[in-house]
């Protein structure tokens, strides 16, 4: 079973910076795709970011430039930096692990809790 744990988020101004981590289970980044994914109020969950192995990336374009994803391996651990934020980047965020190396929430096979950032103008 895998176990992922966010921290991280906070509110904070536009313009300015916020670093969510995820903990997850060992090994995970040997079986599993990992991602951040959003869920602003009254939205769908949508895919930010995910990262192969190897690092290799995919965002999704209104992130493009702003936010990184990158992960250390030898802590179990996944980061998502986030800069020039802006109000519509609100948003609950989730760590996922999972099998296919897109942004479709269905790529993904496990979950964490979720961390609440959320951007005032």
């Known amino acids: 079973q895998v176990q992922l744990v966010e921290s991280g988020g906070g509110s904070v101004q536009a313009g300015g910076s916020l670093r969510l981590s995820c903990a997850a289970s060992r090994y995970t980044y040997r079986t599993y795709y990992m991602g951040w994914f959003r869920q602003a109020p009254g939205k769908e969950r949508e895919g930010v970011a995910v990262?192969?192995?190897?690092?290799?990336?995919i965002y999704t374009d209104s992130v493009k430039g702003r936010f990184t994803i990158s992960q250390d391996n030898a802590k179990n651990t996944l980061f998502l930096e986030m800069n020039s934020l802006k109000p519509e980047d609100t948003a609950t965020y989730y760590c996922?692990?999972?099998?296919?190396?897109?942004?479709?929430?269905?790529?993904?096979?496990?979950w964490g809790q979720g961390t609440l950032v959320t951007i005032s103008s």
């Open positions: 990262i192969d192995s190897d690092g290799s990336t």
């Open positions: 996922a692990a999972g099998r296919v190396f897109s942004l479709s929430v269905y790529g993904m096979d496990y």
